[in-house]
């Protein structure tokens, strides 16, 4: 049907072809500019005609799925998990409602980090006025208080937002794999203040305000005939722009602008800034950042721009997947010095969890996440208990110090949704 749909479409457009290949010079002019309106349609657009209304549900319920138990998201009629191909040849369409979806999700991990984790959503500029944009991130009760622990975490890059790794996970796995809730739980448990970064969350979007021309009729001295001739060419290219509009993209979305928020317009800005207002305000005496992905590339920005600041006041730092490049964010050797000594990247790698994984930079030591999936490295790998101690921070630095020359980070593990990290003593 849809093959047929198109072929009728066109088919004018091709008869008018065979009939002026055979004018003079004029006509081919018309040919190449039919030609070139044909190369500009593209008949997966064209057949978007054919889609459903762009028009989603805003709750999980009207979607018909809920997380059960397990923290599975599972359809409450079937109880199957979630179909990315609802509709079938419709991936656009398909892909909008997956989107619809994620934005849920992610409203859904904001309430869970207040209800279940009890943490405090703070508004950020801490200085905005009340119409500039503005973001959030989120703290524990004692995050600025604790005198010996904070734990920060730093997603990657994407639509991921505070409190998750990846919503890959969440849809077709479930919570604890793709949410950092069991981090934080467990942070929290082991007395650590906690405090989740929201690296993504940079602008807001607001719908373009639409353009008024003032008719040339209106403001030109132009003789009367000839801007009649004027308007008439430009409502008849604006009556073929609208025709081909209406295939091309016959659900339009709005248009959107986007207005930056300040001093927090990239997740590199994001970072320098909840240091500066919040990390270095904090009474802990031991900080530990956990950074996936591109989350990792903006801690080592932090630290080229926050260098003592961050040596400081950082004890260790678990990377998982990081991006980071030391050569091409120009990291000084001061600074690669410091991460061989402790930080510790858990890479993608087919290789068992923490074998030991070559690498070609002079940074820091990279062990296998075990899992050769990017998204997946953050996710707790099962470990038996005599491999993972328990934590061991409690002790003020300046101890560890005293009676050892190098505190290194050696390993991050996480059990089931559980981490625990601890440092060995050279």
């Not at 979806?101 to 859904?108: A, S």
């Not at 904001?110 to 279940?116: F, H, R």
């Not at 801690?299 to 721009?305: A, D």
């Amino acid at each position: 049907m849809s093959i047929c749909l198109s072929s009728l479409i066109l088919l004018p457009i091709w008869i008018s072809m065979a009939q002026i290949q055979q004018g003079g010079p004029d006509e081919k002019e018309k040919t190449t500019a039919l030609k070139d309106l044909l190369s500009r349609i593209d008949l997966d657009e064209l057949m978007k005609k054919d889609e459903p209304p762009l028009d989603f549900p805003d709750t999980l319920e009207g979607f018909e799925y809920a997380f059960n138990e397990k923290g599975q998201l599972r359809h409450i009629k079937t109880g199957e998990p979630f179909v990315f191909n609802y509709r079938e040849d419709l991936h656009r369409w398909n892909q909008k409602r997956y989107e619809a979806l994620g934005e849920i999700i992610t409203k859904y991990v904001y309430e869970l980090l207040e209800k279940d984790c009890n943490l405090k959503k703070i508004s950020i500029p801490v200085d905005a006025t009340e119409s500039e944009p503005k973001s959030f991130i989120f703290m524990s009760e004692d995050a600025l208080t604790n005198p010996q622990k904070l734990m920060v975490l730093i997603h990657g890059s994407g639509v991921v937002r505070a409190g998750q790794w990846a919503r890959r996970l969440i849809i077709n796995e479930d919570l604890d794999s793709g949410t950092q809730i069991p981090f934080i739980k467990r942070a929290m448990d082991e007395g650590y203040g906690v405090i989740v970064l929201n690296p993504n969350e940079n602008y807001i979007e607001v719908e373009k305000p639409k353009i008024h021309l003032q008719s040339s009729s209106d403001s030109s001295d132009e003789p009367a005939e000839k801007r009649e001739r004027k308007d008439k060419v430009s409502k008849e290219t604006k009556k073929r722009r609208d025709f081909y509009e209406k295939y091309r993209n016959p659900q339009r979305e709005k248009e959107m602008m986007q207005l930056y928020i300040r001093e927090n317009g990239s997740p590199e800005e994001h970072a320098i800034y909840v240091w500066d207002h919040f990390i270095a305000q904090s009474a802990a005496e031991n900080v530990f950042f956990v950074a996936h992905s591109y989350g990792g590339l903006a801690f080592v920005e932090l630290m080229i721009q926050r260098e003592a600041d961050v040596k400081s006041k950082v004890t260790a730092v678990a990377l998982t997947d990081s991006v980071h490049n030391v050569w091409h964010q120009e990291a000084g050797k001061t600074i690669r010095e410091w991460m061989r000594e402790n930080c510790c990247n858990w890479v993608s790698s087919s290789e068992p969890l923490d074998t030991s994984v070559e690498s070609m930079l002079p940074d820091c030591p990279r062990v296998s996440a075990g899992t050769d999936r990017h998204e997946l490295t953050s996710f707790p790998a099962f470990l038996t208990h005599e491999s993972c101690p328990s934590f061991s921070f409690s002790e003020p630095k300046q101890t560890f110090y005293s009676r050892h020359q190098t505190l290194t980070l050696s390993r991050f593990f996480v059990s089931w949704g559980f981490f625990c990290l601890f440092v060995c003593f050279n």
